[in-house]
């Protein structure tokens, strides 16, 4: 059992039908015809040569194949993680040199650190405090930044290097008379193509197919001397990548932290985002996300041994692998073994690929980051969460990328706290004819008693939210002279800390001087169970602890009628 569950691929293969070998297998060959022209592409955007792309898809999915726990996954060079390296890395060195291909490996190996640790001590949790729409704002941004840098390449204009965005659009506009026609033609004409294939059949490959048809318009171009300056990617080296060591230096390390965090978190978010939402109706993979947090950082450490592009998680290519029937890791792992191939017998085929069809590839794989339709809902239906997004988006935007994460975090951690600090709290009262109280303000024919106020809060009650609470309390109390009964329901309370018991025993006694009862209803096992251990139960008596609003409220109806009989605890149907 053991053995299973730290090699989820050979719990899985244990679980196989005679027909799912043929399923992850051809899934498995579906992917490579993906990622082999993606893994280019987003080399480029990178800042590297597109070999490291390739590399990018060979031993990460191999590592990922034995150790993920979701059979659909499909890791891999995304354009995420590519436009974060290129941020992050091309402040430090300049993109294609020798030290900034060193930093981007290290950035890989770093990351994965990040993320086998957050996995082994199982604080893969801590990714839910990036709020969606964060995550929604800043992929929109990025979609945004790698348009416009691959729009100096689909135009053919030689762009200076820069890292604010603006100033490269400037540039762009003024210098739009030396666009390359050719270069336009070529990554139109690919759009075109990928837009009417996928209209066809989603199944169809197609991003291999424009590879192919661009690499023979090239080079018939260029040995009938109509290539002009079409830039192509030139020679790709041949053979599997040589073991390697990441370069360390603590200098370098120091230098690369604030990367090293932005790439390793927005890859968990990515990671088990997708791997949790590929629905799949046969239980033959479970995705268990503390594993899957050391399997993603698994595969990136090995893969820094090997040169290749910090991995991470591929809707589209999850998707495909998903509609093609994958059941397990054998599915990635086949997918490496071609890449392999390609990379043993096939790479110099992509001499003639001109660079205008990657950055095709990549404009049009980057359109699904612009979420418009998320976009609408937030701004119809949560106006904080499309506040947060928009504040996200402009920050990247205009102040780069790691500038946009953090603030993004920021703005989830603070609308978290506040949120959190502010609990739902409603006064209640009775229905007609009924045992029943709800909301006074969203039932128009609930009553209460002039001399009674019955609260409710829907959220835990802790430090950090009890100043509200006990604030709302006695405002509620303020608004009602001749108050004498508060009754607290505590239903909707699922936890309470050692200062939400101070505060109650604090409400106690000011409604203890001013003659006015304080019970409290319906606390759930939880709450109870911390309630008979602290003070407050001998400070408050069995007597002011009720299972319904409608107990106390009798049971005080029967104080009423006879106020020299005092409480009974044989009358009262308690908690405790």
Request: charged share 15%; glycine share 8%; proline share 4%.
């Amino acid at each position: 059992m053991k053995l299973e569950r730290l090699f989820p691929l050979y719990a899985n293969l244990k679980k196989y039908e005679s027909h799912n070998w043929r399923q992850d297998i051809l899934a498995g060959i579906t992917v490579s015809v993906i990622i082999i022209p993606q893994g280019m592409a987003y080399a480029l955007l990178a800042g590297l040569p597109p070999i490291y792309g390739l590399y990018g898809g060979l031993i990460p999915l191999v590592i990922y194949g034995i150790f993920g726990t979701s059979g659909q996954l499909s890791i891999g060079p995304v354009a995420i993680s590519s436009i974060l390296l290129f941020a992050g890395v091309s402040e430090i060195a300049a993109p294609l040199s020798k030290y900034y291909i060193e930093l981007v490996i290290l950035v890989g190996f770093l990351a994965g650190v990040l993320q086998l640790l957050l996995g082994i001590f199982r604080l893969g949790f801590l990714v839910n405090f990036i709020s969606q729409p964060v995550v929604t704002g800043f992929t929109a941004a990025a979609a945004v930044i790698i348009f416009i840098s691959q729009l100096k390449i689909a135009l053919g204009i030689s762009v200076p290097r820069s890292d604010n965005l603006i100033d490269t659009t400037i540039y762009l506009m003024h210098h739009i008379t030396e666009l390359d026609w050719l270069a336009v033609v070529f990554c139109l004409t690919s759009i075109a193509i990928l837009s009417v294939l996928k209209k066809i059949n989603k199944a169809i490959p197609r991003s291999l197919i424009v590879v192919i048809l661009g690499i023979l318009a090239a080079y018939t171009l260029t040995h009938n001397s109509l290539a002009g300056q079409l830039q192509i990617v030139g020679g790709i080296p041949t053979g599997l990548p040589a073991f390697e060591m990441p370069s360390f230096s603590i200098e370098n390390i120091l230098l690369l932290i604030p990367t090293v965090l932005t790439v390793g978190v927005m890859g968990v978010v990515e990671c088990i985002g997708i791997a949790k939402g590929i629905k799949r109706d046969d239980q033959h993979s479970k995705v268990r996300p503390n594993m899957e947090l050391s399997a993603i950082g698994l595969s990136k450490i090995a893969g820094s041994f090997f040169q290749a592009l910090p991995s991470s998680g591929s809707f589209s290519r999850s998707a495909i692998n998903d509609e093609a029937g994958s059941k397990s890791g054998l599915s990635s792992i086949t997918t490496a073994v071609m890449v392999g191939l390609t990379l043993l017998f096939f790479t110099k085929l992509f001499y003639y690929l001109p660079s205008a069809v990657l950055a095709a590839i990549i404009i049009y794989a980057i359109k699904n980051l612009f979420d418009i339709k998320e976009m609408r809902s937030l701004w119809k239906s949560h106006k904080i969460d499309f506040s947060m997004m928009a504040v996200t988006f402009i920050i990247t935007v205009f102040f780069g990328i790691e500038k946009g994460v953090v603030v993004g975090v920021m703005l989830s951690l603070a609308i978290f706290i506040y949120r959190s600090s502010r609990p739902h709290m409603v006064r209640l009262g009775r229905l007609p004819n009924t045992e029943a109280y709800r909301n006074m303000e969203r039932f128009e024919d609930a009553i209460c008693p002039e001399d009674v106020l019955i609260v409710r809060i829907d959220n835990q009650l802790f430090y950090a939210n009890v100043l509200f609470f006990e604030e709302t309390i006695q405002n509620y109390s303020k608004s009602r002279p001749a108050l004498r009964l508060v009754i607290l329901d505590a239903s909707g309370m699922h936890n309470i800390d050692s200062t939400g018991i101070r505060v109650l025993t604090q409400l106690y006694h000011y409604f203890k001087k001013r003659n006015i009862s304080f019970n409290i209803s319906g606390a759930i096992g939880p709450v109870r169970d911390i309630i008979s251990t602290s003070e407050l139960l001998t400070l408050m008596g069995q007597q002011s602890f009720f299972l319904e609003i409608h107990d106390a409220m009798q049971f005080y109806s029967t104080i009423e009628k006879d106020e020299n009989k005092g409480w009974s605890e044989d009358a009262v149907q308690t908690n405790f």
